[in-house]
């Protein structure tokens, strides 16, 4: 993933290892089990879903929306980025590792030969 303003290299394990440890300052851990995180991802999309909510279709790229609405945006896409890797963290699944091998299963189902030109 792309650096960030602090010259800190972001990566899921980085974000497993910050949320654990802000579970655990906060004597969370308990609560945070598979079944409640799902929940609070859940609840995180639908936050981020109720941004767009009654807007009509959006083009790429917000174009005419304010930048405290993309900031918004932003944060509700985080909250479902950080639950979703403590959710996988509570269940012992390896994020990182699944999803290269997710690419790569993606990859043979849809190979490129098999698309229309205009696809
Ligand atoms: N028990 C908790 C509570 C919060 N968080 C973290 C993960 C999310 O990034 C963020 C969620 O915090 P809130 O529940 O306060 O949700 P919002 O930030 O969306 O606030 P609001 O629902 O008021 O908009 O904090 C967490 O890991 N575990």
Known sequence: M???PGGESVTLDLLRLKMAEFAEERGWG?????????????GEVGELSAVFQWKGE???GLPGWKEEEKLH???ELS???LYLVQLSDSCGIDLAGAVIRKLRLNALKYPVKD?????
């Open 115 to 119: 698309l229309a030109p205009s696809d």
């Open 73 to 75: 945006v932003g944060e």
């Open 30 to 42: 308990a609560y945070h089990t598979p079944r409640n995180l799902l929940f609070a991802l859940v």
């Open 58 to 60: 959006v083009a790429r």
């Open 79 to 81: 909250d479902v980025l």
């Open 2 to 4: 792309s650096g960030v």
